[in-house]
């Protein structure tokens, strides 16, 4: 038998874990996301295919999505639900005869098989996910890690594709190299200032020229994901968190530095209650800040010394924030603490 890497992803989750409490939306346009008030200021977590058919995605502001899907149900997001249907998700994936399962979130893990029949396997997952939770999911057949996560797509919804070294350059070769996971617009638009628009330009792309603009190891890796490759084996290490981090989009602008501070030391003090938990320290605090009207930046401080004192944690954020000399409203702050390694390292 051989070894095939599978990514299963669940269709439109937290919109398919909602319908099976209100059947009555199936077939409308919904939307997932903040209160479920597309007045208030939030993002879409995810949006039915009919919404989706509107041109509502994950990430759009709420209010942009009521104007693109007037007719559009919303729904609060209700995280505990949620969880427990991923964890449902997760362990039968992982009562698969011989599997390792690499969790990717919620609603999506790799996992690897010994099979002659890759696409008969997927079925039976598709089924078992199905009979254990009355969802749907799509699953990509890969040689690679990266194969199997591109093929998902094309499986779209409650379908299965595959995708290996045989028909990586039929199927990927023209596309742009945005239609690479990892490679977003801005590492496209870099790419496409040396002269690399499609995944083939990237795959025939010297390393040398990939190494000058990219570094010596970015380089290499989007070479590697040009021609479809990397890891062919999912690791079901458990996961050990780096940082915790809490951010929250205000409803009414914050307009003056001790607002900012309030609400800052108020996030601090969120994180400390999550990184205790974890036993280790803080190390380093990153600030996120979305200036009026929609102006994002990040900054990071390691601490003199590692703390859980949550004056420590705001104040550094404070002073990150008041580094930026800038009067502008504030619409959103993310404190996230970066904390120790763990025993061992990661």
């Not at 690679?144 to 350059?169: E, H, S, Y």
């Not at 409203?329 to 603490?337: A, I, S």
């Amino acid at each position: 038998m051989r070894h095939w890497v599978l990514h299963v992803d669940m269709d439109q989750f937290l919109v398919a874990v909602e319908l099976l409490r209100r059947p009555e939306l199936v077939g409308l346009p919904v939307v997932v996301g903040g209160r479920g008030d597309p007045t208030e200021r939030a993002v879409v977590s995810t949006a039915s295919y009919e919404a989706r058919a509107h041109g509502v995605r994950s990430g759009l502001a709420l209010k942009l999505a009521k104007r693109r899907s007037p007719d559009a149900v919303f729904l609060p997001v209700d995280f505990p639900v949620y969880e427990e249907a991923s964890a449902r998700v997760m362990e039968t994936l992982r009562a698969t005869p011989g599997a390792v399962v690499e969790v990717l979130g919620w609603d999506e893990a790799f996992v690897g098989v010994e099979t002659d029949d890759p696409v008969a396997t997927a079925r039976q997952v598709q089924a078992a996910v199905l009979e254990a939770t009355a969802l749907h999911c799509s699953v990509g057949i890969g040689d690679t890690l990266v194969r199997a996560k591109i093929a998902t797509d094309f499986g779209k919804p409650q379908g299965v594709f595959q995708l290996t070294r045989d028909n990586w350059m039929e199927v990927m070769g023209r596309r742009p190299t945005t239609a690479l996971w990892g490679v977003g617009t801005r590492i496209g638009g870099r790419l496409e200032a040396i002269g690399i628009r499609t995944v083939a330009d990237l795959a025939g792309a010297a390393d040398e020229a990939l190494v000058a603009a990219f570094g010596p190891t970015n380089g290499p890796h989007l070479g590697r994901l040009g021609r479809g490759g990397g890891r062919s084996r999912p690791d079901d290490t458990p996961w050990v968190a780096r940082a915790h981090g809490r951010e929250t989009t205000y409803q009414a602008d914050l307009t003056t530095p001790d607002d900012v501070r309030t609400a800052l030391r108020e996030l601090a003090a969120r994180v400390v209650d999550d990184v205790r938990k974890e036993e280790r320290a803080v190390q380093r605090v990153h600030l996120k800040i979305r200036f009026a009207p929609f102006f994002t930046f990040t900054r990071i401080r390691k601490l003199p010394e590692a703390t859980y004192d949550v004056e420590v944690i705001a104040q550094t954020a404070f002073e990150l924030y008041l580094a930026f000399e800038d009067d502008r409203p504030v619409r959103l702050l993310g404190v996230r603490g970066e904390m120790v390694p763990p025993d061992g390292g990661y």
